[in-house]
């Protein structure tokens, strides 16, 4: 008999994160919040000087300026679930994206977690249409989720909630901690193979623990065959690294999300059976 297609939920996880790759700028234009016409956009959700984007609460969102009335087109809301063993830098990469002061010690988030953060970001004009009207710059709707290793572990609801209808995971692990390294490509796998309802999420590697070169145990060669195995964008995070490093990092996670978008809606082509699914 005829074999069937997979659906959008059971597509097995390599294979996902082939179907939503993208190279980093595919579709937005990661020096634009540098530029003039940026700049506003980036005051609204991170103010000249500072070196923490603004929090933002349940109901709130970013006060748009009056010179930019109804130039933001919205995108999400987007569920992005961080994960990764203690201890790795989970929490700190949260603090650090959403505008929240660093701990100064390290405690275990004792139960689940979620925070909030918006990101201007703009789309690359295609060549194609270089007459055509350019669409309005896009605000991107974040909600960054997490649960404590221990917690997680000990409470299967907590797991299921932190994967339910998830649209990017990010797999935080530090290049001081092999055992975080050895784990991720199966952590992959079981991660992104449809085992919750709705489509497959996309996803990020997220290396941390780079400020601390004495410490580190893994090459560089070790973290380019990670994200070969893998086959998803590897990213660099450390709690003091430059303003404009964590605006590429946040503008690399609303390209994937973007790109899954596309991918779903049957935008774009993808040779993986079972794509196009919502």
Not at 21 to 31: A, L
Not at 200 to 205: A, R
């Given at each position: 008999?005829?074999?069937?297609?997979?659906?959008?939920?059971?597509?097995?996880?390599?294979?996902?994160?082939?179907?939503?790759?993208?190279?980093?700028?595919?579709?937005?234009?990661?020096?634009?919040?540098?530029?003039?016409?940026?700049?506003?956009?980036?005051?609204?959700?991170?103010?000249?000087?500072?070196?923490?984007?603004?929090?933002?609460?349940?109901?709130?969102?970013?006060?748009?300026?009056?010179?930019?009335?109804?130039?933001?087109?919205?995108?999400?809301?987007?569920?992005?679930?961080?994960?990764?063993?203690?201890?790795?830098?989970?929490?700190?990469?949260?603090?650090?994206?959403?505008?929240?002061?660093?701990?100064?010690?390290?405690?275990?988030?004792?139960?689940?977690?979620?925070?909030?953060?918006?990101?201007?970001?703009r789309l690359r004009r295609a060549a194609t249409?270089?007459?055509?009207?350019?669409?309005?710059?896009?605000?991107?709707?974040?909600?960054?989720?997490?649960?404590?290793?221990?917690?997680?572990?000990?409470?299967?609801?907590?797991?299921?909630?932190?994967?339910?209808?998830?649209?990017?995971?990010?797999?935080?692990?530090?290049?001081?901690?092999?055992?975080?390294?050895?784990?991720?490509?199966?952590?992959?796998?079981?991660?992104?193979?449809?085992?919750?309802?709705?489509?497959?999420?996309?996803?990020?590697?997220?290396?941390?623990?780079?400020?601390?070169?004495?410490?580190?145990?893994?090459?560089?060669?070790?973290?380019?065959?990670?994200?070969?195995?893998?086959?998803?964008?590897?990213?660099?995070?450390?709690?003091?690294?430059?303003?404009?490093?964590?605006?590429?990092?946040?503008?690399?996670?609303?390209?994937?999300?973007?790109?899954?978008?596309?991918?779903?809606?049957?935008?774009?082509?993808?040779?993986?059976?079972?794509?196009?699914?919502?």
């Amino acid at each position: 008999c005829q074999q069937q297609p997979q659906s959008p939920q059971r597509i097995e996880g390599i294979r996902c994160s082939s179907m939503y790759h993208c190279d980093r700028g595919s579709h937005f234009q990661f020096n634009w919040l540098a530029s003039q016409e940026g700049a506003p956009h980036l005051q609204a959700v991170w103010p000249r000087g500072q070196p923490r984007p603004l929090q933002f609460a349940l109901l709130e969102s970013p006060p748009q300026p009056q010179q930019l009335a109804a130039a933001w087109q919205p995108a999400g809301p987007f569920k992005v679930a961080v994960t990764g063993r203690a201890g790795v830098g989970k929490s700190a990469l949260i603090s650090a994206l959403t505008g929240r002061s660093p701990s100064p010690s390290w405690r275990e988030t004792p139960g689940l977690a979620v925070h909030r953060q918006f990101w201007p970001c703009r789309l690359r004009r295609a060549a194609t249409a270089t007459t055509a009207p350019e669409e309005p710059p896009l605000l991107c709707h974040l909600q960054f989720w997490e649960a404590g290793d221990a917690a997680s572990r000990s409470f299967e609801h907590l797991r299921n909630e932190l994967r339910l209808a998830c649209d990017c995971v990010l797999f935080v692990f530090s290049v001081a901690d092999r055992a975080s390294v050895a784990e991720l490509p199966a952590v992959v796998r079981r991660t992104l193979d449809g085992g919750s309802e709705g489509a497959p999420p996309c996803g990020l590697l997220v290396a941390t623990r780079l400020d601390q070169p004495e410490a580190q145990v893994v090459s560089r060669a070790e973290l380019l065959q990670l994200e070969r195995d893998c086959r998803l964008p590897l990213v660099r995070f450390s709690p003091d690294m430059p303003s404009e490093s964590a605006w590429q990092l946040l503008t690399r996670l609303c390209e994937c999300l973007w790109h899954r978008r596309l991918v779903l809606r049957g935008s774009i082509e993808t040779s993986v059976p079972g794509a196009r699914g919502k």
